[in-house]
């Protein structure tokens, strides 16, 4: 949508699990894909993860981060 529009679009995913809806999140867009980490979710589900967002395919990607 356009800025101008003022209003928001909900965008048809292609592909992938839709992630479990969230707040307090954190997002970013880098080179055509939105990352998006973290959050308190509003609903238990079984895709509570960060995840990447391809804007130009309309895919998602749910991944598991390890580490300390």
């Given at each position: 949508?356009?800025?101008?529009?003022?209003?928001?679009?909900?965008?048809?995913?292609?592909?992938?699990?839709?992630?479990?809806?969230?707040?307090?999140?954190?997002?970013?867009?880098?080179?055509?894909?939105?990352?998006?980490?973290?959050?308190?979710?509003?609903?238990?589900?079984?895709?509570e993860?960060?995840?990447?967002y391809?804007?130009?395919?309309?895919?998602?990607?749910?991944?598991?981060?390890?580490?300390?």
């Open positions: 949508a356009q800025t101008s529009d003022v209003r928001w679009v909900a965008p048809k995913i292609s592909w992938g699990p839709i992630p479990t809806p969230r707040s307090s999140h954190y997002a970013f867009e880098h080179e055509g894909k939105m990352y998006i980490f973290g959050g308190a979710f509003s609903q238990p589900g079984p895709n993860r960060d995840c990447i391809s804007l130009d395919s309309s895919k998602f990607l749910i991944f598991v981060i390890f580490g300390v």
